[in-house]
């Protein structure tokens, strides 16, 4: 592809589908068709260049890849050099830009489908399809991992469409008929799985150009054709819980049912606090960020709401990523207006106008159920220039990824969302002080914004004493799922909840970039866990058996580290290759040269990458040799 303007034409399908997110262009300047009146006078458009990620998706969506003639006229409309916005379209892995068939099958081989027969899955879709490549290919964690083995069909069209296979039962999937497989015009529904529905973009949920609010909470929005979002919470239902409450008891389309199960409570609230007297509470609670890092929450958002510099940002970091992770991905199908309460109460102490969600590109029944609760709200007064009356503008904005687990570091964030590639960004200046478009930015994950609808709900004091915490459990369990404790449970008491399957040889705590255990009596908080020497992380926890593959599980780690980095800096970007190489070299023969090698490529990559992606890439591996004596 030639990255330079070259005048090459998209498809009327093509110009159809950014000009549905974009609007009609104004003059030959922007991409319209040329007349005498262009060659008279020069128009100044103003760059847009936040709208690229948008606008690419809006192409992949319809037609399924980007082709030259696209980008072309997606460059002109939001004037960006072609070189720089072919960076970007390049950088995420749910793009293409060569010719591919609409519908493209992603058949997850991360670390809980691989503990629960991916390996099988992907060689009967192989063996039926042949390599990957067009129509299907090998993927990192779908967040599915409940109901693992999994994959995910995407189809291009207008509207798009998905269709979920979790579990994904290789001889169903081989009884399907060749022409309901990836790359046919429609699909045929496995058998024992449900037909798909239409994704986000739908008329009723409406187009790129704007949300019609009216009547969606009566009618509720099409989703992907999918198990319900109650049935990843195996305590639904229960007595006590806190941030599950409503999982198996309230529509999560229904806003009257959200109200009646004391929805917007906290917001009220947070009114007759104030923005000062919300943060206090937040402090005086001690919630500190769910994401990994645990920063007290109060903390930033007092740095935060102090900051004379304006406007201020809220970004929710949906992007879980983490293979393992599912918690956020439940919340939001199960409990969807609690986040856009919680991301107006944040607004409001921080003192942000606008919020941006930040949303897997692989989660299209999040993004149809949060678009519906957005356009409600704003249509029920909850979001827009006057929330509940009270004089205070703050309103969300919904923006995909495309498939980089970079971006749930909070500045690759920034880069994404200002149409840039997703590259970490050196910190001083912190988030805080210069984040988003350069203005002071709060940055926080679902399950923390989450978490402060009930300090505000029951006093700081209250939530402290009962503070719940999710941890997402898969692998050699009976009852996978998202699981809600107060902190200070232990592992052994969540597995009896989860019920192994046999006898439990490791736990692998925090992900891809946590650790492994063998204690089972470790106490489940930050302070537990980092004594143990692994980490909570994002809540992961991933329980193995007799029967696993340490050294292909390691394996599959290095590998998504190598295929994740974004190799911005050399330690990272050098580092997870050689680790690969390394582990690949150790699973054939064990040499102690290798093993020396691979400790001295982990503590640089620990010591001297920019980012935790590479700070963490040796976590796993590092434990899985002490511990569990892997290589012995």
């Known amino acids: 592809m030639d990255i330079r303007f070259r005048d090459a034409r998209p498809t009327e399908e093509e110009r159809a589908a950014v000009d549905a997110l974009l609007g009609p262009p104004a003059s030959a300047w922007e991409g319209g068709e040329r007349t005498e009146a262009d060659l008279r006078s020069a128009a100044r458009a103003e760059p847009r260049r936040d709208l690229l990620l948008p606008a690419l998706h809006a192409v992949n969506d319809r037609v399924g890849w980007i082709s030259e003639g696209a980008l072309d006229y997606v460059c ?135 949300l019609d609010a009216a009547g969606l909470d009566a009618a509720g929005p099409d989703v992907p054709g999918d198990a319900p979002a109650v049935a990843a919470v195996p305590q639904a239902g229960q007595d006590g819980l806190i941030l599950l409450r409503r999982a198996g008891r309230a529509d999560p389309a229904s806003l009257d049912d959200y109200r009646a199960t004391g929805g917007y409570t906290a917001l009220r609230r947070a009114f007759e606090l104030g923005p000062a007297g919300v943060i206090r509470e937040v402090l005086e609670s001690g919630l500190v960020g769910r994401g990994g890092a645990a920063f007290p929450t109060g903390r930033k958002w007092d740095a935060a709401a102090r900051q004379p510099d304006h406007p201020h940002y809220l970004v929710c970091n949906a992007d879980e990523s983490e293979p393992g992770t599912f918690k956020d991905r439940v919340l939001m199908e199960n409990d969807p207006y609690a986040l856009v309460e919680a991301m107006t109460v944040a607004g409001y102490a921080t003192g942000c106008a606008t919020g941006y969600l930040y949303l897997r590109g692989e989660y299209p029944r999040a993004a149809a159920l949060l678009r519906h609760a957005i356009a409600t709200a704003r249509a029920r007064g909850l979001l827009g220039a006057d929330v509940l009356g009270r004089g205070f503008a703050f309103d969300i904005e919904l923006r995909r990824g495309a498939g980089a687990y970079i971006c749930g570091e909070e500045t690759a964030i920034f880069n994404s969302i200002e149409g840039h590639r997703g590259e970490p960004r050196s910190k001083p200046p912190f988030p805080v002080e210069k984040g988003l478009f350069g203005k002071p930015t709060v940055v926080n994950n679902v399950e923390t914004l989450v978490n402060v609808l009930p300090i505000l709900e029951r006093g700081a004091r209250a939530y402290a004493a009962a503070e719940p915490k999710l941890f997402c459990v898969s692998g050699a369990v009976r009852r996978p799922g998202v699981y809600e404790l107060t902190f200070g449970a232990t592992l052994r008491e969540l597995l009896e909840l989860a019920g192994p399957t046999g006898t439990t040889r490791a736990v692998l705590l925090g992900g891809a970039a946590g650790a492994f255990v063998t204690d089972l009596d470790v106490p489940l908080t930050f302070e537990g866990t980092r004594n143990a020497g692994a980490t909570l992380g994002s809540g992961v926890v991933l329980v193995l058996d007799d029967t696993a593959d340490l050294r292909r599980l390691l394996l599959r780690i290095a590998e998504f580290f190598r295929d994740e980095s974004c190799g911005q800096c050399v330690p990272c970007r050098v580092g997870t290759v050689r680790q690969e190489e390394a582990l690949h070299r150790l699973s054939r023969r064990v040499s102690r040269e290798d093993l020396v090698l691979l400790r001295e490529v982990g503590r640089t990559m620990r010591d001297a990458s920019i980012c935790g992606l590479g700070q963490t890439a040796w976590n796993a591996v590092e434990s899985a040799i002490d511990r569990l004596g892997v290589f012995e």
């Not at 503990?115 to 599915?144: F, H, I, M, Y």
């Not at 024992?192 to 973009?201: E, N």
Request: glycine share 10%.
């Open 76 to 210: 002109r409309r939001l004037t960006v050099p072609p070189a720089e916005a072919y960076g970007v379209a390049t950088f995420y892995s749910l793009f293409s830009l060569e010719p591919r068939p609409p519908r493209v099958l992603h058949v997850c081989t991360d670390l809980a489908c691989q503990a629960r027969g991916a390996q099988r899955v992907r060689d009967q879709v192989e063996e039926r399809l042949g390599p990957p490549g067009t129509t299907w290919r090998e993927s990192p964690c779908l967040g599915l991992c409940e109901r693992a083995p999994a994959a995910l069909a995407l189809e291009a069209g207008h509207p798009p469409r998905a269709e979920v296979y979790a579990p994904a039962d290789p001889d169903a999937m081989a009884r399907v008929p060749a022409d309901a497989m990836p790359g046919a015009p429609r699909p045929d529904a496995v058998p024992g799985a449900p037909r798909p529905g239409a994704m986000p973009g739908a008329p009723r949920l409406g187009g790129g150009s704007g």
